[in-house]
């Protein structure tokens, strides 16, 4: 079975500083891996996703994560964040056992400071 | 052009009522996906369809009754509503099984 830890429940940082969001997951098969963003009273959008291929990934907004088979992680990246970059992250993870299901972590709360 | 549009965006209801939410989306995608987000944020998987089938049903209450009329249709009917019914329903759509998720706006489900 799979299943998927987010390390941190809240990230409070201060705008321009650097962020780091952490995800590790626990499949027994190969995965896809990905990380979505919801805003305020919205629902999820995709950030960015890990299929195949090289294992640094960018995304949307200036993210950006790195897949890492033997840590068995997919840690989330920005280099100067934004008041923007307020919202909720969850990273989730899908294997091609139980009709593909993707399943999400608890979520990351990050909330960007002036 | 709202891709995965649900309808309605509130819903507050008393206990045991029925009540239904629906959900298209216009992206032409073959699987479509319930979710319920709870007031801690957490995101759980209730059902999915797939061409019309139902391909996932995880432990959900037999209260919660999901229906494809077609692909681009996903509706999901609760009967008996219940105080911890409230939450935050999330229609999903993918173009296959494991692909990235378009989500909808979400509906508000107040139980009183």
């Known amino acids: 079975a799979q299943s998927v830890t987010q390390l941190d429940s809240q990230v409070p940082v201060f705008e321009e500083a650097p962020v780091e969001l952490r995800c590790n997951y626990s499949?027994?098969?190969?995965?896809?891996l990905f990380w979505y963003v919801q805003y305020p009273n919205q629902g999820l959008q995709l950030l960015l996703k890990?299929?195949?291929?090289?294992?640094l990934v960018k995304g949307i907004n200036g993210f950006e994560a790195e897949f890492n088979k033997s840590q068995t992680s997919f840690h989330l990246r920005k280099p100067s964040v934004h008041i923007s970059d307020t919202a909720e992250y969850f990273c989730a993870v899908s294997d091609n056992t139980n009709a593909g299901k993707s399943t999400f972590g608890d979520g990351t709360t990050l909330t960007v400071k002036p | 052009d709202t891709a995965v549009s649900q309808t309605p965006k509130y819903l507050v209801t008393q206990m045991g009522n029925d009540k239904s939410i629906k959900c298209e989306q216009n992206l032409g995608h073959d699987t479509m996906y319930w979710y319920k987000q709870d007031s801690k944020k957490f995101l759980k998987i209730m059902f999915s369809?797939?061409?019309?089938?139902?391909?996932i049903n995880e432990t959900v209450p037999n209260r919660f009754s999901p229906k494809s009329p077609d692909k681009a249709h996903l509706n999901l009917h609760i009967n008996s509503l219940e105080l911890g019914d409230s939450a935050v329903y999330f229609c999903?759509?993918?173009?296959?099984?494991?692909?990235?998720?378009?989500f909808g706006p979400g509906t508000r489900l107040t139980v009183l």
């Open positions: 890990y299929l195949s291929g090289s294992t």
């Open positions: 369809y797939n061409n019309k089938e139902l391909i």
């Open positions: 999903a759509s993918s173009p296959r099984q494991r692909d990235t998720q378009y």
């Open positions: 499949s027994s098969v190969s995965v896809y």
